[in-house]
Nanobody, 126 residues
Framework: QVQLVESGGGLVQAGDSLRLSCAAS????????MGWFRQAPGKEREFVAA????????YYAGSVKGRFTVSRDNAKNTVFLQMNSLKPEDTAVYYC???????????????????WGRGTQVTVSS
């Protein structure tokens, strides 16, 4: 059974940093793209960042570019999201996702991701 488990969320103040982790189990995703999405209350889920299996293709949403950094450790089947200079508008539940198809292609569209974690809450106070 495939599981993605996010961790590292919490309550922080504006300007602080957090590092989210997403640990995968049940299969290896070392040849698969992985992504981060978020959903704020009353809003649709939105793309945050995505990384190719080799880590050489990375996409960010415009709202987080320059502040967030996505990375992965394939040996540990884990993907990370380093979030710096957090803003109140970053408050959301953050989800990691994995594409089940081995590929060099990286997607911003959530429909291309097959496995999802349950999410971790990030709250940024002003």
């Amino acid at each position: 059974q495939v599981q993605l488990v996010e961790s590292g969320g919490g309550l922080v103040q504006a300007g602080d940093s957090l590092r989210l982790s997403c640990a995968a189990s049940g299969r290896t995703f070392s040849r698969h793209a992985m992504g981060w999405f978020r959903q704020a209350p009353g809003k649709e889920r939105e793309f945050v960042a995505a990384v190719s299996w080799a880590g050489n293709t990375i996409y960010y949403a415009g709202s987080v570019k320059g502040r967030f950094t996505v990375s992965r450790d394939n040996a540990k089947n884990t993907v990370f999201l380093q979030m710096n200079s957090l803003k109140p508008e970053d408050t959301a539940v953050y989800y990691c996702a994995a594409d089940k198809t081995p590929s060099t292609t990286v997607f911003r569209d959530s429909r291309y991701y097959d496995y999802w974690g349950r999410g971790t809450q990030v709250t940024v106070s002003s």
